[in-house]
């Protein structure tokens, strides 16, 4: 059989949340058009409440959709529910395990849910890639946040889904356990899995993601290439510490929009790409004014992508 080119191919999803008296109603998807290839390592990257896990979970089966249409692994998922679960293993946000199960009966009662004939199991190499296989026998109770994180991991491939879907896996856990979730996600992915990861941490969409779309308020505004959309972020700050205090700033350099943040400091913001600094300098001294120091500020992404959510709101 033909391989499906898109993995997950969402088109005009809406979902508006009804309370029972239809008063609060909430509308967490506007119509969101979203493709991810087969293959790829995909960033859904939103601040809290932009409709990440909404999305997720509808994909998952957990939340219906109010209309639009998804297709999962070619299969859409009202018309080929089972196919299209079958084909996907999501890691919720929240940490819900059983808590007297052990880690190998959770993994054992979820490949059952599947279907996945015993033969077939593949119960403790799954612990072993997630490095539980020494916890096998504990129940989860017992078990760390890291470590109830990694059974969740262990837990949405037991049926081996050629996509998984990870709902920010890494907010709030440490750095050491992140390395190693990074590690362990770019492992799958260089396997062959497709990925699909929401996070509001920029510079892990950035670290692991080839592509990236941006979601803010249930619309998504950016969604591209994760290098072309680095480049849109094409952006640093100049701060010139200047010899004296000026009153006004001289007119060799307005065309550079400068802002005085002291009476003897510019800042300016820039473009590396077109390396303009040179230039920037020179019409400083020639508007007769002597730099004593200068500082260079790489733009902050995250300041960028808190502007770009900000704009569109
Ligand atoms: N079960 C629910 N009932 C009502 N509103 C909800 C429900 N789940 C989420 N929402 C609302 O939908 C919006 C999107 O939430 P969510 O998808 O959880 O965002 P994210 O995962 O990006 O933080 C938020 O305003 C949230 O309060
Ligand atoms: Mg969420």
Redesign the pocket.
Known sequence: MKLPDLAVSINNLT?I???SSDK?S????DSVNLNVPRGSFFGLL????????????ILAGL?KKTTGSVSIWDYDIDQDDRLSRCAIGVVP?ELNLDPFFTAREILEVQAGLYGVPKSERKTDDILKAVNLIEKADVYSRTLSGGMRRRLLIAKAMVHSPPILVL??PTAGVDIELRQTLWGSMKEMNSMGATILL?T?YLEEAEELCDEIAI?NN?SIVACEEKDKLIKRFDSKNIIMILSEAISEIPDSIQKFKPTMIKDNRLKITYKPSEGVVGEIISAIQEGGVRILDVVTEEADLNDVFLKLTQDKK
């Open positions: 979902k949340y009804n309370d609060n909430k509308k967490a998807l939103g601040p809290n409440g932009a409709g990440k896990s909404s999305l997720i979970n939340v946000q709902d920010e929401t509001h979601i249930g």
